[in-house]
C-alpha cells in the first residue's frame, strides 16, 4: 500500500509474513525522475550515519538502492511522531488537566536532540532535513532514549548554528503554539539549548551554545526573539552551566520513574528501595553520567525524603564534585560529612554502595576524615575479622608516618619495598591503631593493577588475616574500574587460592576482577594457608 512519507517519491508499504509466524515490514520507494542524484546522496548519507559502530542509530535502517530502476528499501519505523505525540497530548481527553510539564520537555528534547546528534555524526557537514517535528520518531518508553529521523529528503550544507536552531525553533515552537495556543505556558525555548547538550556532550554542547551566542549577535530570529527571550534565557542558560550540574534527561526520567514507584509503594523497605534504584539505573543506562551523575540520582531517589541535615550535606557534597571534578568522591572531606549525618545501618550500607557501585558489599564502609582537626585528609575504611574474632580496620595510610611503618614489616619480612611516586598503599590497622599488614600496589595502565606485595605480621600469621586484606584490596579495585590485578610467580598456592591463575601473557599471575561477582563471595579454597609474607618479585 503507498504510504505518506516526506521523500519527494513514491513509498510503498510492504509487510512479510513468515511461516514461523513472523512479521516484517519495510518500505519500498521510486525516485521521481530526475531524483537520482538526491537519492543517491541521501542513501549514501544514510548508510554512513546509520552504521557507526560507537552509538545506536539515528535514522532509520537503509536497505539498498538500484539506480538503474530508481528504486530502494528502507526499514519501516512504527513509533510515533513528535508531531503525532503533541496531537496526541493536545487530545480532547488531555485538554482538561494538561498534560504535566515534564512529558512536553522529554517529546521535545528527544525529538530535537536527534537533528543535533545526526549532525554531529556528520562531522558538522550537513543539516538533516526536513528539520521538522513530522520527520522524527520518538519511542513511547523514555528508557528507549534514540528518536529516529525518518528521512534525509532536504539536506542541506551546515552554515553555522543558526541553520541548525532557526528551523528546530520555527518548525517546533511556532506550529504548537499556533495550533494549540494554551501550550504557550508550558513550553520553555531552553528545551533547545538541552537538546545540544543531551546530543554534544558537556564539553561540544557548551562549545556549540558560545558559537550560537556569537551568531545570535548579529542575526536574529525575531518571530522566535521577541516573544520567548531567546538571547537572554541563552545567557542564563549558559551562566548555568557553569555554576551548576545540569541533570541529564536520563537522569530526570529515571527520577520520575522511581517517585511513581515510591507513592506506589510507600512503605517499601530500604533494601526494596534500593533494588528499585538499581534497576532504574540499569534500565536507564545511567553508568554513563559517572560519579556525579549516580550521587546525584541517589539523592533525588532514596535520600530524597531524609532529614534537612542529611540533604544539606548531600548538596554541599554534590557541589564540590561539580567544581572539583578531578578529585575522586572518596577523597572529599563532604562525602564523611555526608555519612556521619546517617544513623540506620541500613542507609549507610546504601550509602556505602553507592561509593562502591562495582562492589556489592554486604557491610558498610567508613568515610572519615583523619588529620588537621578532623579535616586533612579523607580515607575510606571496612571492617575486617580473621579467624579468631579479632577486628582490623582496612584503610588507605593517612601520612608518611604510617607508610613507614609498613615499610619496617617488610622489611622484617625480608621483602622489598617500593617507594615510587606511583606506589600506593593499603594497610591492616588492628583495635590500638597499630599497622599489622599492608599491601604495595600501581596502577600500571588504565584497568590494570600491579600488586608488588603482601605482608603480615609474624605474631598474626596464619589466622586469615591476609586473605580478608587481599580481597578488600580486589573490591577496591573493582570498585575504581580496574578490570586486572597481575602480580609475578612467586607465592602461587596462596594467591591462586584467591583468585589468581597462572597467565603467561601478562608474564605472570593475574586475577580477572570483571569476570567475577564479588558479593556472596565464598571463603576460597586453601586460604588457611599461612599467607603472612606474600613477596611477589621473582
Not at 390 to 402: F, M
Amino acid at each position: 500500500a503507498q504510504v505518506f512519507s516526506l521523500l519527494r517519491s513514491r513509498v510503498y508499504r510492504v509487510s512479510v509474513n513468515t511461516l514461523a509466524g513472523k512479521h516484517y515490514d519495510l518500505l519500498v520507494g521510486i525516485a521521481a525522475p530526475g531524483q537520482e542524484e538526491e537519492t543517491l546522496e541521501m542513501t549514501l548519507w544514510m548508510v554512513a550515519l546509520g552504521g557507526k559502530p560507537d552509538s545506536p542509530p539515528v535514522v532509520r535502517h537503509f536497505g539498498c538502492y538500484r539506480p538503474d530502476l530508481r528504486a530502494f528499501s528502507m526499514a519501516s519505523v512504527n513509533d510515533l511522531t513528535v508531531w503525532e505525540r503533541v496531537r496526541e497530548l493536545t487530545g480532547e481527553s488531555f485538554v482538561e488537566f494538561h498534560p504535566e510539564r515534564r512529558h512536553w520537555r522529554n517529546l521535545f528534547i528527544r525529538g530535537m536532540q536527534a537533528f543535533f546528534t545526526v549532525w554531529a555524526q556528520s562531522d558538522g557537514r550537513i543539516v538533516p532535513g526536513p528539520v521538522s517535528p513530522m520527520n522524527v520518531a520518538v519511542p513511547a518508553r523514555d528508557y528507549r532514549q534514540t528518536a529516529t529521523l525518518l528521512a534525509l529528503a532536504d539536506l542541506g550544507p551546515y552554515e553555522g548554528p543558526l541553520s541548525l536552531v532557526r528551523p528546530l525553533l520555527k518548525n517546533f515552537y511556532l506550529p504548537t503554539v499556533s495550533y494549540y495556543p494554551w501550550t504557550r505556558e508550558i513550553l520553555d525555548i531552553t528545551w533547545v539549548f538541552d537538546a545540544v547538550m543531551e546530543a554534544l556532550g558537556r564539553a561540544g554542547g557548551a562549545d556549540f551554545l558560545k558559537e550560537l551566542a556569537l551568531a545570535l549577535e548579529t542575526s536574529a530570529i525575531p518571530e522566535v526573539d521577541a516573544s520567548w527571550r531567546l538571547k537572554e534565557r541563552l545567557e542564563e542558560y549558559r551562566e548555568k552551566l557553569q555554576a551548576e550540574y545540569r541533570i541529564p534527561l536520563a537522569l530526570h526520567c529515571a527520577v520520575e520513574r522511581y517517585r511513581a514507584w515510591e507513592r506506589d509503594n510507600p512503605r517499601a523497605t530500604p533494601q526494596a528501595r534500593e533494588k528499585h534504584i538499581l534497576e532504574m539505573y540499569r534500565l536507564y543506562r545511567l553508568e554513563e553520567h559517572g560519579d556525579l551523575g549516580r550521587y546525584t540520582f541517589y539523592r533525588h531517589t532514596y535520600f530524597a525524603g531524609f532529614p534537612d541535615e542529611t540533604c544539606r550535606a548531600f548538596d554541599r557534597l554534590l557541589r564540590k564534585m561539580f567544581h572539583a571534578p578531578d578529585l575522586r568522591p572518596t577523597h572529599l572531606v563532604e562525602l564523611s560529612e555526608l555519612q556521619d549525618t546517617l544513623t540506620s545501618e541500613a542507609d549507610r550500607l546504601v550509602f556505602s554502595r553507592m561509593v562502591f557501585p562495582a562492589a556489592r558489599l554486604r557491610r558498610p564502609v567508613e568515610v572519615q576524615a583523619v588529620g588537621q582537626e578532623g579535616r586533612g585528609v579523607v580515607v575510606v575504611s571496612a571492617q575486617v575479622r580473621d579467624r579468631r574474632g579479632d577486628l582490623y580496620t582496612i584503610r588507605e595510610p593517612v601520612g608518611p608516618a604510617e607508610i613507614g611503618r609498613l615499610y619496617r614489616l617488610y622489611l622484617e619480612a625480608g621483602m622489598p619495598f617500593s617507594l615510587g611516586d606511583q606506589a600506593r598503599y593499603l594497610l591492616a590497622v588492628d583495635s590500638e591503631q597499630r599497622i599489622v599488614g599492608g599491601i604495595c600496589y600501581e596502577i600500571t595502565e588504565p584497568g590494570v593493577a600491579h600488586m608488588d606485595g603482601l605482608v603480615i605480621s609474624a605474631a598474626l600469621r596464619g589466622q586469615g588475616l591476609g586473605g580478608e586484606l587481599l580481597e578488600e584490596f580486589a573490591l577496591r579495585m573493582r570498585a575504581q574500574g580496574i578490570r586486572v590485578i597481575n602480580t609475578h610467580f612467586i607465592s602461587r598456592p596462596f594467591l591462586r587460592a584467591h583468585g589468581f591463575q597462572l597467565d603467561e601473557a601478562w608474564g605472570g599471575l593475574v586475577r580477572f576482577l570483571e569476570e567475577e561477582g564479588l558479593e556472596g563471595r565464598p571463603a576460597p579454597e586453601g586460604a588457611g594457608r599461612p599467607e603472612a609474607a606474600v613477596s611477589t618479585h621473582g
